[in-house]
Every structure is written in C-alpha cells, then in structure tokens.
C-alpha cells in the first residue's frame, strides 16, 4: 500500500479574516488551519460558500473537526491579547471564544459516541490465533517457518506499537530534508519544531511518514516553550504602544502569538498523521498476519490433524454466537474461552468435521475470512450423529460464570429438565438445590422464580424440576448463566423479529432448526412405540428421523434405501408397496423434492452432487417456514406467553397434585376420534387446552400430520431419547 504524499506545504490562515476555500472534504482531513478558519468564518456569521458547507458537513463527527475548533480559540484568544495591549477593543473576540469554546463543547460528546470509521477491518480468522495459544511447540515451529519462506522477522507477528515507519521496512531512498531530521538527536529535533513555528514557510519534511511518528512525540515540549514565550510578551511592561519601544513590544507579542498558534496546530496535526500512519501500518500488519496464521494452521493439518480440527469447529461455532451479541467483534478477547473449551478433556470434534479441515483452510486461503459451519464443506450429520445440541458459551466474566445454550428436545419439555454440556462442575454440585430465574414477558411469578435441582445422572449433568413456560417448546434454544459458587441460575430466549411457523408450531423465540425437523415428526403426538401412521406419513417420519442433516434442518435420503428405513423405524411391511406412490404425492404437493446427489465410498449422500461421486437419486425435506405477519399474530390472541402453537388442541400438564375434570376426559377423548389416532386415556396430570384457531403444516392432508402441539404434545414417544 502506497502512502499519500504528505510534504505538500500546509496551509497557514491569517489572523483574521476569512479566505473562502474549495476542495473536497477529504482535503481537510488533516489540515487543522484552514478547517479552522471555515468554523471562526461561520461563527462569525460569513456566509460559506458549497464547499466549505459540505466540508464542515462530512467532518461534523471527526477529531480533526474537533481540532480545528480548539485552534480557532486558540487563533481569537491570540489576537484579543493583541488588541489589549494596543487599546483596541477586544468584547467581539471575547463573545467569539466563548461561541468557539461552546461549539467545540457540543463536538466533542457526539465524537464519542461515533464508531471510527478510519480504516474499514475484518475479523481476523479466530481459528489461527485459538491455534497459536494451544499449539504449543509445533505450531510455533510451523509458523516460524512460515516467517522465515516469507522473509519477515520472527517478531513481526506481533502489532506494532510504535515505530511504524521502521516496522513498514520500506527501503526507499529519503529527501535529504528528511533524512536530516531522523538524524537529529530530541533536543536538536524540538529546536527544529521551534524554528518551523517561528519563520514564515512550514517545513513540509515533518509531514513525511519517516519523521511523523518523532513529530508527535515532540510537538507538545515545543508548543509548552512558546507558550511561555507568549505568557512573558503579555507580562512585558513599556511605554505607550504609540512609541518605537511600545511598537516593538506590540510586535514581539504578535510573533509570539503567531509562533504559539502555530505550535498548537503542529501538535494537532502531527496527531492526526500518526493517526493516519498507524492506521495504515496495522491495517497492512493484519492481512500479513492473517496470511502468515492461515498458511501455518493449513501446514499443521498435516501433523495434528485431529487437534486442527477441533480448533476450526470450536472457533466456527464461536464465531456464530459471538456475531449474533456483536456483530462488529473480532473476537480477540475470546480467544481464552475458545482454547479453554478445545483443551476440556471432554470436548469431542464430531467426527464428519475432521473432514472439512483442509476445505476450511482452503476457503480463507480464498476469501479471506473464517466460514460459518454451514459454509464449511462437510458431510452432512448422519441420525446417528447428531449432537446432544448442548454446548458452552464464553463469557464476560470469564472463569466466574458458566454459560451454556441448549436446544430443547421433546423430552425435556415433557420431563421438566435440561441438559447441561459435557464437561467438568464445581465439587459438591450433586443435588445441589438451585433457584432458576426464568426471564420472559407477562410469566407467571411461579414460572419467572422456580426451585430446581442440579443433579447427574447416567454420568451427564442436568438440572430437573424445571416448568417450562407454555412457548418454550421442542427447538427452542434457551441460555444459562450461573455464577461459580452461586446458588442462581439465570435462563433466557432470544425474541424472534417476527413469529415463524414451521409444519404447524409456532415458534417466537430461537429455534435449532436441526430439533424441528428430527423430532416434531409424524406420530410424535402418540403415545406409542410405533405410531399409527398413514403411508405418507412414514415417508415423511422416515425421512426426516433418518436421513443426513444440514445445519439448516434440511434432510436427504438416498431413494433406494427408503423402504428399508421405512421398516426400521416399524412401519408395517404390508405398506411397502404403496411408498412409491406416496412418494410422488408429496414430491407433487411440496412436502418433499426429488433431487439428485452423489454417493461417496462410505455410503454417505451428499447434495448439492459432488465431482467424481455416484450419482444418486435423493428425497429431500426443507422445513416450511413462514413468518407470521402482525396483524395475524395478534389474532392469535392470549397473553404473550400462552399463545404456543397454532393448532387445534394440545395436552398439557397441571401442577403437582392437581387431576382433569370429567369435562377435560370427554373433551380429549372426543379430540382423539375426531383426530382418527388410536384412542387412549387422557394420562394422569394431563389436561386438554381445547382449540383456539384451526390450521395444518404444509402437506397434512396427504400425511395425515396433525401439528406437533396438537392432541398428544405431551405424550413423546418414551423410546425417543430416553433418559
């Protein structure tokens, strides 16, 4: 990257007066003198002309409008000193600087509260410095290197905080009036500072990058000197201003004025350079070191494969919980977290990510930046690899509190607990009595405030006794924070922007779409090993149960092996010669698609096809999501936290102790016929919510398919999952 030419000679403004200006705002950037003279013009009351209004306009929130502000003062303050001690009047300068000083008061709060917009970033790829921290020797050694085939010292991966000019390297031959300056030592160097404020003509070779850094760091001792060669001109006493000697005091203030005002706008613009230079030098530093990193966490594939790869997983995932809280954040200060999870004795890469090591390196060698999981090119998760959609976050306060995210699955719902990610507890955390702080709007105080028990069990943490309100149902990810040592522990939802319903539920908070399509299937809503499904149905189960899952909840099954599944899962054998016609059906009616994909040497599919692999014929399931509008929300009606599924019936429990109405049994018995499922007893504890509006999932007339919180929500299949 070339740097703009910076010895063009600085303007200086008079003492007075105004000279209009044209140019682009750009120009002002770093020209503190004439911004300054725009601002007192237009304090004044001088009529601008369009430039200098679109200039004044576009730096409004920049430091060197600020800047400018502060040396227009320092400009009136120096000729109303002047005018004193030559009898003038000086009432207009005085109202002049408080007008300045109040502009520049307003200034200052709003440049705070705007984001920089010096230099445009992007995150550095996360997975390369988690690398760095816990690679030990190895990975240092590869990215030595790494260093060493570029020809860069091993120190320059380290930012640079200072001596910017020497960390560029740049081998340039120098103008001799810079090379002079380098060679002076501080002392010389602030009297050269001097000089240039004194004379007439600016000396353009401090602009210069070589020498800015030096002019900064000195500009403010030789601003403090001629600040005290001011202070001594006003003290001066002498005659009448009207003698020779008189005169000659008047001009010794005029040039120390002069000489001061400069310095002042030295300072700032020496400020505002370094800036510039800084900027530039760390946004050159970090595509090298971002491009050093890739390249050294690419060649240590080869030797710890296992390990890079557990470190490009967690990083990924990080990454798509980070952005969501900070969307600007390049995660640099949760490094720590990332490494302390990689190194847990319990954390497990899944195995199908192994694979999508090298393409992950290959797409930031590409573009640049870190891919999300899903950008990654992977295998799809097979029904026996799925995770336990678990999983730690990092945290503010670090070790302190311990955060997690969890998807909801039917039966924590249904069996009023949660799990807790793999991994390591504070001693004595068994059957620990906890209180769970439930936030949401409108809850009831007995679900906001819940007495809760942290227990293990079959060797996995969870905490039971949970009630979990009406719309927190299966999908819906919630999020913990327990302080170490604490006795509280805090579960929250994000909001959706706007509801969406997907085959029938509706969903109003964070939903892991992966849960959705695995276990709101046909069926769930009986209370039976094997469910009494029509044709459609157990392709539409069996697909969604068994095939090969996206991040997204999208599913495939190669066509062939779709009878197969169909029985393993229990569909009767006499209904597998209707299956290909079911299969047309849905295809025709949206429910599912007919693709083709690829094949590769594990058996495993794959869509979109992949180059060199058997082709094959897919079915494909896309959950339906569609967003529910406003007006049709509120129609919806109920309080915020009642409204649950759009269906039309669902069972639920009641509170300890408390049975159904004789009206409830009837009610749910009659639900059951007329939903043409097998019949059976409304179960202890339960109770039927009767229908609030009517509507079905894409698809449910061909299914048979009644919505997931339907008659049965409460009845999940007891072989699902178990616990």
């Known amino acids: 990257m070339e740097f703009r030419d910076q010895m063009s000679a600085r303007t200086e403004v008079p003492l007075s007066g105004h000279i209009s200006w044209h140019g682009k705002p750009d120009d002002l950037r770093s020209n503190v003198p004439v911004l300054a003279g725009i601002l007192r013009a237009r304090a004044e009351g001088v009529p601008l002309g369009l430039d200098e209004v679109q200039a004044v306009k576009a730096l409004a929130h920049e430091q060197v409008f600020v800047f400018a502000l502060q040396y227009a003062e320092t400009l009136v303050e120096g000729e109303a000193l002047v005018a004193a001690r030559t009898g003038q009047s000086s009432r207009h300068l005085a109202d002049l600087r408080v007008l300045l000083a109040d502009q520049r008061a307003d200034a200052e709060p709003a440049l705070r509260r705007e984001p920089e917009t010096e230099r445009e970033t992007r995150p550095e790829p996360l997975a390369p410095l988690v690398l760095r921290e816990i690679g030990g020797d190895a990975f240092a050694t590869v990215l030595r290197e790494v260093l060493t085939d570029r020809g860069v010292r091993p120190d320059a991966i380290d930012v640079p905080v200072g001596d910017f000019w020497g960390w560029l390297d740049r081998r340039e031959a120098l103008p001799d009036d810079v090379a002079r300056l380098r060679l002076l030592d501080d002392n010389a160097f602030v009297q050269a500072l001097l000089t240039d404020c004194r004379g007439s003509v600016p000396n353009p070779a401090l602009a210069h990058p070589a020498v800015v850094e030096r002019w900064a760091t000195h500009s403010g001792a030789a601003m403090a000197v001629l600040l005290d060669d001011r202070s001594r001109a006003v003290e001066a006493k002498g005659s009448s201003p009207k003698t020779r000697a008189g005169m000659r005091r008047i001009r010794a203030l005029k040039n120390a004025v002069r000489a001061y005002t400069r310095a002042v706008a030295q300072n700032m613009t020496a400020q505002l350079l370094l800036r510039d230079l800084r900027e530039q030098t760390l946004a050159i530093h970090q595509e090298r070191r971002s491009g050093w990193l890739i390249e050294a966490t690419a060649q240590f594939v080869s030797i710890d494969r296992e390990l890079a790869g557990s470190v490009v997983h967690a990083s990924a995932e990080h990454r798509a919980v980070c952005s969501e809280e900070s969307p600007s954040s390049d995660c640099q200060d949760c490094i720590a977290a990332v490494a302390d999870r990689v190194e847990a004795s319990t954390f497990e890469t899944p195995a199908d990510f192994l694979a999508g090591v090298a393409a992950w390196a290959e797409t930031v060698r590409a573009t640049g930046r870190e891919p999300a999981p899903a950008e990654v090119d992977r295998p799809l998760a097979g029904p026996d690899e799925d995770d336990e959609h678990a999983w730690w976050l990092p945290t503010d306060g670090g070790r302190r509190v311990l955060r997690w995210r969890t998807a909801l699955l039917p039966f924590h719902v249904d069996g009023g607990w949660c799990a807790l990610p793999g991994g390591p507890l504070p001693e004595g955390s068994d059957d620990r009595r906890l209180t769970l702080l439930v936030e949401g709007e409108g809850l009831e105080p007995s679900l906001r405030r819940q007495k809760v028990v942290l227990r293990r069990r079959g060797g996995e943490w969870e905490i039971s006794g949970i ?18 040592g604490g006795s509280v522990v805090t579960a929250r ?24 399509t695995r276990e709101l299937v046909p069926g769930v809503d009986q209370d039976r090993a094997v469910p009494d499904l ?11 149960r068994l095939g090969y899952l996206s991040p997204e909840g999208v599913a495939v099954l190669a066509e062939h092996d779709l009878v197969r599944n169909c029985l393993e899962l229990g569909m009767p054998r006499s209904m597998a010669g209707r299956l290909p016609g079911a299969v047309r059906k849905l295809c025709d009616a949206g429910v599912l698609q007919h693709v083709e994909g690829s094949r590769d040497t594990e058996d495993r599919p794959w869509f979109p096809a992949r180059p060199g692999q058997v082709r094959v014929d897919l079915l494909r399931y896309v959950p339906p999501v569609r967003v529910v509008e406003q007006d049709a929300d509120r129609a919806l009606g109920g309080h915020e936290s009642r409204r649950g599924h759009e269906v039309a019936g669902f069972v639920r429990r009641l509170p300890d102790g408390a049975q159904a109405s ?19 007893p409304l179960r202890e504890g339960l109770h039927l919510c009767p229908a609030a509006r009517s509507g079905a999932a894409a698809g449910a007339e061909l299914t048979g398919q009644r919505p997931a919180g339907a008659v049965g929500t409460a009845m999940r299949s007891a072989s699902t999952r178990p616990r």
């Open 534 to 544: 029509s044709d459609a149905s157990w392709v539409v189960r069996t697909v969604r």
């Open 662 to 680: 004789d009206e409830q049994i009837d009610l749910h018995r009659e639900a059951a016929v007329a939903a043409g499922i097998v019949r059976q």
């Open 467 to 484: 009630r979990w309100p009406e719309d927190f149902g299966p999908g819906v990810i919630v999020t913990f924070d327990w302080p170490r």
């Open 493 to 516: 939802t994000v909001k959706l922007a706007q509801p969406v319903v997907v085959e029938g539920v509706v969903f109003r908070h964070e939903y892991d779409q992966q849960v959705v």
